[in-house]
């Protein structure tokens, strides 16, 4: 991690190219360095937890410990550099330009709320809604919260991202976003409360991430499809 840190700070700070697909981005890249460093210290913890181990006899000392801890830790590495560069792309081409009346609604002017419409599996009806569900969660979620001004798209991927590669902290994650969820669905006028959100999130996560996300598409009448393009579903003025 010191090393790729070190690489990092060697970037040229200038317009990026597209081959490096903005990876020199200033704002997007304290998020990638924090998702490395929380991942390697977790991955930290699990050492002492197997030096421990050994210490008492559990375990066999050996160098196969270290070549394991190393893997895990180029593992997490790989995952946060690969869902950085897709977050990004996804956050210039979609996020960046979805309309904000979703995100200048006010809680307190929904007094009426509906019941939800969709289906916990309606997002495998729409193939683009089911890949970016299954394959980009922790970033089709911070879309869902960016849009309706719940949370800041980096804060909610790192935090989403951290979550769903760590079960230590899986538990805790899902809180968090049962929270936001919650405000999400006020915010659409749609009756929500903290512990179903949490029972939903925590069992069916990738499902829910869906259908939040046809539902966020809906009330901004847009359509996202692969690979990351918006189209505007709205009527023509008259």
């Given at each position: ?200 999130n925590l069992c ?18 847009v359509e996202i ?14």
């Open positions: 991690v010191a090393i790729l840190t070190q690489a990092l700070s060697r970037l040229p700070k200038t317009k990026p190219t597209a081959t490096c697909a903005g990876i020199c981005n200033s704002a997007a890249m304290p998020a990638f360095l924090v998702a490395l460093l929380l991942s390697a210290a977790c991955a930290g913890d699990v050492a002492a937890q197997e030096a421990m181990s050994v210490e008492l006899g559990v375990g066999d000392a050996s160098s196969e410990d270290g070549e394991s801890m190393l893997l895990r830790l180029i593992e997490f590495a790989i995952s946060a550099a690969i869902t950085l560069c897709f977050a990004m792309h996804y956050k210039s081409n979609v996020v960046d330009k979805l309309p904000t009346t979703l995100a200048d609604r006010s809680e307190a002017d929904l007094f009426e709320s509906r019941e939800r419409e969709r289906g916990l599996f309606d997002c495998c009806q729409s193939a683009p809604t089911c890949a970016y569900a299954c394959c980009c969660t922790p970033t089709l979620a911070a879309k869902n919260f960016e849009a309706s001004g719940v949370a800041t798209f980096w804060l909610s991927c790192v935090m989403l991202w951290l979550g769903s590669t760590n079960p230590a902290i899986y538990c805790c994650t899902t809180c968090a976003k049962a929270h936001l969820s919650t405000k999400l669905k006020r915010k659409m006028g749609m009756q929500s409360s903290f512990p179903s959100e949490f029972c939903l069916c996560f990738t499902c829910e991430v869906g259908r939040e996300s046809l539902e966020v598409d809906e009330a901004l009448e499809s692969c690979v990351n393009t918006v189209r505007s579903t709205a009527p023509p003025a008259p």
